[in-house]
C-alpha cells in the first residue's frame, strides 16, 4: 500500500508540472475549521481523540484555463483533546497534533448552468507527523511519528469576483503502525485568484 502511495504521489507531482506549462489559473486557499476523529483513533480503547478539535488550511490551486480538472497542494494542522483532558479523565493537558501535506486531483462538477455556485471532489495523497502535546504529556512519549496517507472529500465553492469562499470536508486515512488513523476536518475558508 505505501509503494501505491508514493508511485501516486509521482504521479500527481509529474500532473502538476504538466498542468503548470498550459495556460493554469492560480489561486491560494486558506481555511478554518473543526475536525471530528472517526474509528479507532475516536475509540476509547484506540486513540481516544475527542470532536471538535481544531483545523486550519493553507494551499494553492492550479486550474488550467477552460477545465474543470486541476490540482491542489495544501498544508493542514489539526489538534484533538484526548480522554485525559475531559473531567473524567481528570482535565489533564494531553492532546494530538496534526502536520500534513497533501497533494491531490480536484475536480469542479459540472452541475447546472455555467454560475457562481460550484461543487467539487477532491482526493490525494499526504505525508503526515504527528504526536501527543501538552504540558502533562510524559517525557518519554515525546516523540513525534511520520506516515504517509490518503484523503478525498468533497466542498462547494462560490466565486465573488477575484475572491471566493468554500465549505468543504475531507475524509483523512492515515498508514500509522497498528491501526489506521482517521479524521473528518470540516471547514470554510477563502480563495483568492493570483492572476
Avoid at 507531482?13 to 476523529?37: D, H
Avoid at 511519528?145 to 477575484?162: A, K, M
Avoid at 475531507?170 to 475558508?189: C, E, I, K, L, T
Wanted: hydrophobic residues 45%; contains cysteine.
Amino acid at each position: 500500500m505505501r509503494n501505491l502511495v508514493r508511485i501516486s504521489i509521482v504521479l500527481l507531482v509529474a500532473s502538476a508540472f504538466a498542468a503548470s506549462g498550459a495556460a493554469a489559473q492560480a489561486r491560494g486557499v486558506v481555511g478554518v475549521g473543526l475536525a471530528v476523529p472517526v474509528g479507532d483513533f475516536a475509540d476509547e480503547t484506540g486513540g481516544g481523540a475527542q470532536s471538535g478539535g481544531g483545523t486550519a488550511l493553507a494551499g494553492v490551486e492550479w486550474m488550467p484555463e477552460g477545465k474543470r480538472f486541476g490540482l491542489r497542494l495544501d498544508g493542514a494542522y489539526n489538534r484533538f483533546c484526548t480522554s485525559a483532558c475531559d473531567e473524567a479523565g481528570g482535565d489533564l493537558d494531553v492532546r494530538y497534533r496534526f502536520l500534513n501535506a497533501n497533494l491531490g486531483a480536484l475536480v469542479e462538477l459540472p452541475v447546472g448552468a455555467e454560475g457562481n455556485l460550484r461543487p467539487y471532489l477532491l482526493a490525494g495523497v499526504g505525508v503526515y507527523s504527528y504526536k501527543l502535546e501538552g504540558d502533562d504529556v510524559p517525557a518519554v512519549v515525546d516523540a513525534s511519528e511520520t506516515d504517509f496517507g490518503v484523503n478525498g472529500g468533497l466542498g462547494v465553492t462560490y466565486d465573488l469576483g477575484r475572491w471566493g469562499v468554500f465549505a468543504e470536508g475531507r475524509f483523512h486515512n492515515v498508514f500509522a503502525n497498528g491501526s489506521d488513523v482517521q479524521y473528518v476536518p470540516v471547514m470554510v475558508g477563502a480563495r483568492i485568484d493570483f492572476q
